[in-house]
């Protein structure tokens, strides 16, 4: 069983940045792939980022790409997403996400879920 707490969501203007945060509670946590989603309201759960175990690998939504950076310490059994150059369209809440098989950008292929951080950005 892994547990995942985000954190680091907020209200932020656009053009802003946010650094959200997600720490695990995996016993061997570079064992697992890593992935950041959001959801908007009415809206389905969408894939933002995704890291590798190891860290060596990174993929990100063309919505995201050149302002979002995925990365995450094994140590500390954390995982993060620094969000630059933030936008209206951005707000959503945001998932934390561990996969123990597969390199996938659909939520269902991830095993375990954090309980989501509410970001809000204002035009």
């Known amino acids: 069983q892994v547990q995942l707490v985000e954190a680091g969501g907020g209200l932020v203007q656009a053009g802003g940045s946010l650094r959200l945060s997600c720490a695990a509670s995996?016993?061997?946590?570079?064992?697992?792939?890593m992935g950041w989603f959001r959801q908007a309201p009415g809206k389905e759960r969408d894939f933002v980022a995704r890291?590798?175990?190891?860290?060596?690998?990174?993929d990100y939504a063309d919505s995201v790409k050149g302002r979002f950076t995925i990365s995450r310490d094994n140590a500390k059994k954390m995982v993060y997403l620094q969000m630059n150059s933030l936008r209206p369209e951005d707000t959503a809440v945001y998932y934390c996400?561990?996969?123990?098989?597969?390199?996938?950008?659909?939520?269902?292929?991830?095993?375990?879920w954090g309980q989501g951080t509410q970001v809000t950005v204002s035009s």
């Open positions: 890291i590798s175990g190891s860290g060596r690998s990174t």
């Open positions: 996400a561990a996969a123990s098989s597969g390199w996938d950008i659909i939520p269902r292929m991830y095993d375990y």
């Open positions: 995996a016993r061997t946590f570079s064992f697992y792939n």
